[in-house]
């Protein structure tokens, strides 16, 4: 509620463009126009309560149907190797090769394991673990491992049923992380180590983190960025 901001953004910017073409501006109307691929149909759904993640995705299962579908938490930036797949296509290839459930994970150091859903489970090779357990939040002490999910999911559309079944869990909210530790008593589901980064925008630290790398990684600003940041280090 009152968040139409990403609606707006993919949206036509009416005023805006009228504006640009009116004076001409082409590069700036052009750049406008390339915010929505042309192949890409944007539809959203409003939770209505803050019940928690599980609530959130089960609010989308009229759109999504019988299908697997993909579950990415803006607030964790990711990034592939430089060059390489994304982070969800690495992902949507593990579902094509195996047809279970997969969730990204990287490895936390022991005093952050409460900040996440641990997975434990069998290691496979190609950074796979079969994944046998899944607990939303535990302490470092009852941690099954420090294998933690990022926020990119590839789920089969079952975990559906799953959330609807299950109750409240950790902090009184209706938890993804429940839904799918259901879930791979029945169908495997497969933690998957990655390559890439992760940036965790929801922290103030981690969002500026994100700026930097992307600026200078940016082809405009990075030469430029770069220089500042050189002489802000040298001050
Ligand atoms: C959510 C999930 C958690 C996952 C995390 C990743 O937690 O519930 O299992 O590890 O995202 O960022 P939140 O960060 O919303 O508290």
């Known amino acids: 509620r009152s968040k139409r901001a990403i609606e707006d953004h993919f949206d ?25 691929p042309a192949d890409m149909l944007c539809s959203y759904v409003r939770q209505p309560r803050a019940l928690g993640l599980g609530h959130a995705v089960l609010c ?21 190797p430089a060059g390489g797949p994304g982070v969800l296509r690495q992902m ?30 069998n290691a496979l090779p190609d950074g796979l673990t079969d994944v046998q357990q899944m607990v939303e939040k535990p302490s470092a002490a009852q941690a099954p491992s420090r294998l ?14 799953r959330i609807r079944q299950g109750g409240r869990g950790a902090g009184g909210e209706i938890q993804l992380t429940d839904a799918i530790a259901s879930l791979l008593k029945e169908e495997s589901v497969f933690a998957y180590e990655y390559e890439g980064v992760r940036y965790d925008c929801g922290s103030k630290l981690g969002y500026l983190k994100a700026s930097v790398e992307f600026a200078l990684r940016h082809p405009e600003v990075s030469t430029e960025f770069a220089a500042y940041l050189k002489s802000r280090s040298l001050t």
């Open 148 to 161: 933690a999910v990022a926020g990119r999911y590839v789920l089969t559309p079952g975990v559906f049923d």
């Open 12 to 36: 036509t910017a009416y005023e805006l463009e009228t504006e640009l073409e009116s004076a001409g501006k082409q590069a700036l109307l052009d750049l406008v126009r390339s915010v929505q």
């Open 92 to 121: 949507v290839d593990v579902f094509a090769r195996t047809g279970g459930s997969v969730l990204a994970v990287q490895e936390v150091p022991l005093e952050q394991v409460h900040r996440y859903g641990i997975v434990a489970g």
């Open 60 to 80: 989308a299962e009229h759109l999504v149907g019988h299908e697997p579908f993909a579950v990415l938490l803006a607030d964790d930036l990711m990034t592939g």
